[in-house]
């Protein structure tokens, strides 16, 4: 158990829909990352947030937006939902720039777009 | 541009073997290079990893080999076990922000 949570564990919905994944990052860690995985496919980094603030950017479609409250969860946001959006998403948290850089994985949430 | 390209897609190990997984880089601004384990329908967790001032890190039976002027480094698995299989990926940051991945090399080591 790498201490990081994402909820929920499978969400399946439509196109053109919108949905929020949850992630809360390890106790006292500062960073979540945002990452998707299509089947068979490597990591695609999407976006960074460090202490509530933006910190990175990946390939993240304007479809697609996250924040990071004051409590340090995170929160990924997906609209206009399309077929092709159906992948992995995980979050990973780390202490911050000022740590070792270790990112912690949570458990992932499984997007099915039908 | 794929910022860091891993090579093999695929590899068969016999148990007992050496496992041996490498990665590219282009961008020498990279100052870190974890390695990380995926189980399937598990999220990937960190193995080991490396800093570009160093050549070589040994934990346990994982060893990162870093050749900073060839921009090139590689995990090599000693005694490979059943166990091991598993999706290893690579990855190569600048100071903790953004973190690129190699596209994985799924291992299978055979009893």
């Known amino acids: 158990d790498s201490g990081v949570t994402q909820t929920p564990k499978h969400l399946i919905t439509a196109t053109g829909q919108r949905v929020t994944l949850r992630c809360s990052p390890r106790?006292?860690?500062?960073?979540v990352y945002w990452y998707q995985q299509s089947l068979d496919q490597g990591l695609q980094f999407l976006i960074q947030?460090?202490?509530?603030?933006?910190?990175a950017k990946g390939n993240i479609l304007e479809r697609f937006s996250a924040q990071q409250f004051p409590d340090l969860h995170s929160e990924l946001n997906l609209s206009s939902l399309e077929l092709g959006d159906s992948a992995l998403y995980f979050c990973?948290?780390?202490?911050?720039?000022?740590?070792?850089?270790?990112?912690?994985f949570g458990p992932g949430t499984r997007l099915t777009v039908l | 541009q794929q910022q860091v390209k891993q090579s093999p897609q695929s590899l068969i190990v016999q148990k007992g073997g050496i496992s041996i997984i490498n990665c590219a880089y282009e961008?020498?601004?990279?100052?870190?290079f974890p390695w990380y384990q995926q189980f399937p329908g598990k999220g990937p967790a960190l193995l080991i990893a490396i800093r570009p001032d160093v050549s070589e890190k040994k934990e346990g039976r994982f060893t990162i080999s870093f050749n900073k002027s060839a921009k090139q480094f590689s995990l090599h698995i000693m005694d490979s076990q059943p166990g091991d299989s598993a999706t290893y990926f690579c990855a190569a940051s600048m100071a903790f922000n953004k973190f690129y991945f190699g596209s994985g090399t799924k291992l299978n080591v055979k009893p």
């Open positions: 947030y460090y202490n509530g603030e933006e910190r």
């Open positions: 990973a948290s780390s202490v911050g720039t000022s740590g070792t850089g270790a990112q912690y």
């Open positions: 961008n020498t601004a990279f100052d870190y």
């Open positions: 106790s006292g860690d500062l960073s």
